[in-house]
């Protein structure tokens, strides 16, 4: 999504804005997408705004650590992470262990 880091540690609504054309297209380019982890809950907003846009009846669905959602058939799964930021991962928010484990899903999961 943004791969920055703004002030605040928080895009700016145009910088997201202005990612989401690349987000769309590199989606479309994995012809096999099996699943998406996002890091963090921007990256999962606007990753569920995106399958909505193109249609997809999905429901609200709340953002967690570790929350995993299957969208539906022909849709990836989504893993929710927070983000690793320095934030994070210096107030311990987000532990080198909850980390691992995302992926440690992801591979259950492929």
């Known amino acids: ?8 540690n928080k895009p700016a609504g145009d910088e997201i804005a202005a ?7 590199e989606i479309g380019l994995l012809a ?5 982890v996002c890091l ?5 907003d606007k990753t569920l705004a995106l ?3 193109r249609g997809a009846a999905l ?3 709340d953002f967690a650590h570790g929350a995993f959602y299957r969208l539906g058939d022909d849709l990836p799964w ?4 927070y983000h690793p ?3 994070n991962t210096q107030t311990g928010r987000l532990t080198e262990e909850m980390f691992a484990s995302i992926w440690q899903r992801v591979r259950k999961n492929l």
């Open 78 to 81: 989504l893993l929710a992470s």
């Open 19 to 25: 990612c989401l054309p690349f987000l769309e297209r």
């Open 59 to 61: 429901p609200r669905l």
């Open 32 to 36: 096999d997408l099996d699943g998406i």
């Open 51 to 53: 399958y909505r846009s």
């Open 40 to 44: 963090g809950r921007i990256a999962f």
């Open 1 to 8: 999504m943004c791969r920055c880091a703004p002030p605040a």
């Open 85 to 87: 930021s320095r934030q």
